[in-house]
């Protein structure tokens, strides 16, 4: 079945300590995106990318990046994890939307736990 | 700035009962989503509506477009535990590749 995959599912890690978060589709969508979610609200975008094309939403801070080195993967990068980062990391894909409607598929989420 | 706003925000129900979730907004979309999140896990979509006026239905939910395009609703008949969930909608604009999440609906609904 085709699908989003998210790896891992749980991750620990220490304050500072440096954290990548993995994403692989198997559906072939140009886009795709990484949301981090905290109890109970809604996704927040952290940015996405069109194909190669990197777009960084104004308010994500730059202790995350991102990397995409294939239309399958795509990293999430956070150089130097702090308490208020704990939350759960959300990939999602979407296919070109030429003609077509935003409809994102979600994997099953990374919930980060930082000590 | 787009805004989706839900109610209610949290719905705590038996199994049997019926309920209905709204998402409002001032904006018009050019399409809206519905998902689904269980704890632990990744929201999944449950449709896609796009026309003014469109009513769709998936089982016991059923889902209705504003005809603006400004607001919808989500109705669920004879609710069962398994519906437990945080619902969310989402509006597309059309223009950007963002969508713009509403602010969430947890329902619980108890044996």
């Known amino acids: 079945d085709a699908m989003v995959i998210q790896n891992p599912r749980y991750q620990v890690t220490q304050f500072g300590k440096p954290v990548t978060l993995s994403c692989s589709q198997t559906?072939?969508?140009?886009?795709m995106y990484w949301y981090q979610q905290k109890s109970s609200q809604a996704p927040k975008l952290l940015f996405h990318?069109?194909?190669?094309?990197?777009?960084n939403e104004a308010d994500t801070p730059d202790n995350f990046q991102s990397r995409r080195p294939n239309t399958s993967f795509c990293f999430l990068d956070i150089r130097s994890p702090g308490l208020g980062d704990a939350a759960m990391y959300l990939c999602a894909t979407s296919r070109d939307l030429a003609g077509g409607f935003n409809e994102q598929f979600f994997g099953p989420g990374t919930r980060l736990t930082v000590l | 700035t787009q805004l989706l706003e839900q109610s209610p925000q949290f719905l705590s129900i038996q199994e049997g009962e019926n309920l209905t979730v709204y998402c409002n907004s001032s904006?018009?979309?050019?399409?809206l989503q519905w998902y689904r999140q269980e704890p632990g896990e990744g929201p999944v979509l449950l449709v896609t509506?796009?026309?003014?006026?469109e009513v769709k239905k998936l089982k016991r939910l059923t889902f209705q477009f504003g005809d603006a395009r400004k607001d919808s609703s989500l109705h669920i008949t004879a609710a069962q535990t398994g519906d437990t969930g945080l619902y969310l909608c989402a509006g597309d604009d059309g223009r950007t590749d963002k969508l713009i999440f509403g602010t969430g609906t947890r329902l619980q609904v108890f044996p």
């Open positions: 904006s018009v979309f050019s399409s």
């Open positions: 990318y069109y194909d190669k094309d990197f777009n």
């Open positions: 509506v796009v026309t003014g006026g």
């Open positions: 559906l072939n969508h140009n886009v």
